[in-house]
């Protein structure tokens, strides 16, 4: 059985998050997952810093898995780019060149009974005089 350590889940200083990992060289954790899983606004530590926490780890055995997140882009990224490219063959699929509607007139039945305004085709409910 291996053990892994999850990213931070909340926004921690920097000497905490170097705290944190350093003290963990020394746990029986086969694999630890750096990065945070916070706003990338809010992080304390740049790419680098996490880099050399990485080498680190990796010099005391550890596997580490940086940066879990990107991945996820990375694939997302992919699909949006396969869909993009695969848009034109469904679109050329759907026939939408037979859908042109070149008369106007014929679109109704009795469209062209009804009178100038929308209203004048339909049915006049009778009013009261005097209101």
């Given amino acids: 059985m291996r053990l892994s350590l999850g990213p931070l889940l909340y926004p921690w200083s920097r000497d905490a998050i170097e705290a944190f990992y350093a ?39 550890k ?14 990224v992919g699909i949006g780019i396969a869909v993009m490219v695969v848009s034109p063959l469904i679109k050329k699929l759907m026939h939408l060149d037979t859908l042109a509607d070149d008369t106007v007139d014929d679109d109704l039945e009795g469209q ?9 085709g339909g049915i006049h409910p009778a009013t009261r005089p005097g209101n």
């Fill in 23 to 61: 003290e963990r060289v020394a746990d029986p954790v086969d694999i630890v997952y750096l990065g945070e899983t916070v706003c990338a606004k809010r992080r304390s530590l740049a790419t680098d810093d996490w880099l050399a926490l990485g080498r680190e780890l990796a010099a005391a055995g």
């Fill in 63 to 76: 596997q580490v898995v940086l940066d879990v997140y990107s991945t996820v882009g990375l694939y997302a």
């Fill in 112 to 120: 062209s009974a009804a009178g100038l305004e929308a209203q004048e």
